[in-house]
């Protein structure tokens, strides 16, 4: 796995609206209507991961979800 540069890291997330870096992972806050949208979301987002073989951290606080990614192996970003 190659890691990504810090450079390709920023401007890809300049695409992605909401996406930021700490650390060396990459993190989003989605908001819902409420609890039951947000394990929907969840359950998608856990169908997708084991698809891909990649999974994130997933912190969950009633109506908020937020996705932490990383690739851990690698202590970073990869592609």
Same mark, same amino acid.
């Given at each position: 796995?190659?890691? @990504?540069? =810090? &450079? /390709? =890291?920023? /401007?890809? @997330?300049?695409?992605?609206?909401?996406?930021?870096? =700490?650390?060396?992972e990459i993190t989003k806050e989605f908001n819902f209507n409420n609890f039951k949208e947000?394990?929907?979301?969840?359950?998608?987002?856990?169908?997708?991961?084991?698809? =891909? &073989?990649?999974?994130?951290?997933?912190i969950i606080r009633n109506n908020r979800v937020i996705i932490n990614l990383t690739t851990p192996e690698a202590n970073g970003l990869t592609y």
């Open positions: 796995m190659e890691h @990504l540069s =810090i &450079k /390709d =890291i920023h /401007d890809r @997330l300049s695409e992605l609206e909401g996406w930021e870096m =700490i650390g060396h947000a394990m929907e979301f969840v359950q998608h987002v856990g169908e997708e991961s084991e698809r =891909i &073989k990649h999974f994130p951290d997933i």
